[in-house]
């Protein structure tokens, strides 16, 4: 899942991006709202995490934009974190948009909670995913092969998590880098080829992810 922070305090951005990517989310920062427009046109991200006082203009604004401007790809989910807690801010926010409202200070096990039931919404996915005989637990992040534990970094997690939520679908190398990687990634290295390798050879036999030719990869099974 391909995550936009705006987040205009350093510290709160560097903490909670950190964090996200230990739970193998990609995650690119923005501290502006310039700077979440410019994102915005260019990345369909899986979920937008919204802050609404921004230095250079007010988040509230960008979230109506996100409705109906055409320059601006707007994210499957949209997440409000701010310090707002009125009721009428609550009200504007889910109004304007949001599909969710955290109000500042949080925990961070509650903003995994809201992110997991967000990734959740509108689709038949559980928090516990099952293809064939692979089984991911994305609340208690661990992966199982016919019941063994499967030893996978964040990144190879994350990889195998998107292929769980579309079996049997071919996804190109470019989907890949669109929703597991983050911005810092190379479109022009080897990194989609070498983390899928490392992943189908703990994977194990018989192989589960296939490639197909001049199209992409493709996770096998119901």
């Known amino acids: 899942m391909r995550v936009l922070l705006v987040e205009d305090d350093p510290e709160l951005s560097e903490l909670v991006a950190l964090g996200l990517r230990n739970e193998s989310y990609a995650v690119d920062v923005a501290a502006t709202y310039r700077e979440a427009e410019e994102s915005l046109r260019v990345t369909a991200y899986d979920v937008a995490c919204l802050d609404l006082g921004l230095p250079d203009g007010d988040g509230l604004d960008l979230l109506r934009r996100l409705a109906g401007d055409p320059g601006l790809r707007r994210p499957r989910r949209t997440l409000v974190i701010t310090a707002r807690d009125a009721v009428g801010d609550r009200v504007a926010g889910l109004d304007a948009g949001a599909d969710d409202y955290l109000v500042k200070p949080f925990h961070f096990a509650e903003l995994m909670a809201r992110l997991r039931a967000l990734g959740r919404r509108g689709d038949q996915y559980g928090p516990l995913l099952r293809v064939g005989d ?3 637990d994305q609340a208690a992040h661990r992966a199982r092969r016919a019941g063994a534990e499967l030893e996978l ?3 190879e997690f994350a ?12 996804l190109s190398a470019e989907d890949l880098l669109e929703h597991v990687w ?15 390798s490392r992943l189908r050879r703990k994977l194990g036999d018989p192989p589960v992810i296939t490639t197909v030719t001049a199209a992409g990869y493709r996770l096998e099974g119901e």
């Not at 990889?159 to 071919?170: D, N």
């Not at 983050?182 to 899928?196: C, E, G, K, M």
């Open 134 to 136: 692979l089984e991911l």
């Open 182 to 196: 983050d911005a810092n990634a190379n479109p022009f290295t080897a990194s989609v080829r070498v983390i899928l």
């Open 159 to 170: 990889l195998l998590r998107y292929f769980m939520h579309h079996p049997g679908r071919v």
């Open 153 to 155: 970094t964040s990144r």
